[in-house]
T-cell receptor
Framework: AQSVTQLGSHVSVSEGALVLLRCNYS??????LFWYVQYPNQGLQLLLK??????LVKGINGFEAEFKKSETSFHLTKPSAHMSDAAEYFC???????????????FGAGTRLAVHP | DTAVSQTPKYLVTQMGNDKSIKCEQN?????MYWYKQDSKKFLKIMFS???????INETVPNRFSPKSPDKAHLNLHINSLELGDSAVYFC??????????????FGQGTRLTVV
């Protein structure tokens, strides 16, 4: 069964500092992986996704993530944090990956990113 | 234009009541979902419909009954509400059941509080 573990429920960085949010996955099939962001009192917005093309995936707002099969990781990074990046970030895996069919997203517990001046 | 819209945004009700949450998407997608986000922000799928047909039904109490009158709408009816039902419920939609060439778009959520 697929699962996602996000290390660190809270991450705090200074404005301008590197953002690193960790995600490890478990999947019995080659996975599709996603990062979503949730701003306060809002729905989830897709940041980026990995679907077997390039292992380094670039998303919106300057975020990127690298798929590392050997480490079963899909960590999210941004070189320089901005105050507007403060939000909840969710890593997710699609339960059937490449095998197709009707999939559901399995989410990690989320990481709250705080950005301070 | 809101792609996935849910109503109401907030819902406060007493235990034992029956309530409904409505969801509509204007993206032309054929697959819709309900997710529940608990107080610890954990998100878990409840149901998924494809072209009005139920395709995913997780272990959810049968007090929860989804209804899809057409592929643009997926409503959630909850009977005999309990305190533990308090959560944020998110509706989402995607084109097709797989995620290779599509993504799931989420609504703003409905914060349900049972008192």
């Amino acid at each position: 069964a697929q699962s996602v573990t996000q290390l660190g429920s809270h991450v705090s960085v200074s404005e301008g500092a590197l953002v690193l949010l960790r995600c490890n996955y478990s999947s019995s099939v080659p996975p599709y992986l996603f990062w979503y962001v949730q701003y306060p009192n809002q729905g989830l917005q897709l940041l980026l996704k990995y679907t077997s093309a390039a292992t380094l995936v670039k998303g919106i707002n300057g975020f990127e993530a690298e798929f590392k099969k050997s480490e079963t990781s899909f960590h999210l990074t941004k070189p320089s944090a901005h105050m507007s990046d403060a939000a909840e970030y969710f890593c997710a895996v699609s339960d059937q990956g490449f095998s197709g069919g009707y999939n559901k997203l399995i989410f990690g517990a989320g990481t709250r990113l705080a950005v301070h001046p | 234009d809101t792609a996935v819209s849910q109503t109401p945004k907030y819902l406060v009700t007493q235990m034992g009541n029956d309530k409904s949450i409505k969801c509509e998407q204007n993206l032309g997608h054929d697959t819709m979902y309900w997710y529940k986000q608990d107080s610890k922000k954990f998100l878990k799928i409840m149901f998924s419909y494809n072209n009005k047909e139920l395709i995913i039904n997780e272990t959810v109490p049968n007090r929860f009954s989804p209804k899809s009158p057409d592929k643009a709408h997926l409503n959630l009816h909850i009977n005999s509400l309990e305190l533990g039902d308090s959560a944020v419920y998110f509706c989402a939609s995607s084109q097709g059941g797989g995620f290779m060439n599509t993504e799931a778009f989420f609504g703003q959520g409905t914060r349900l509080t049972v008192v």
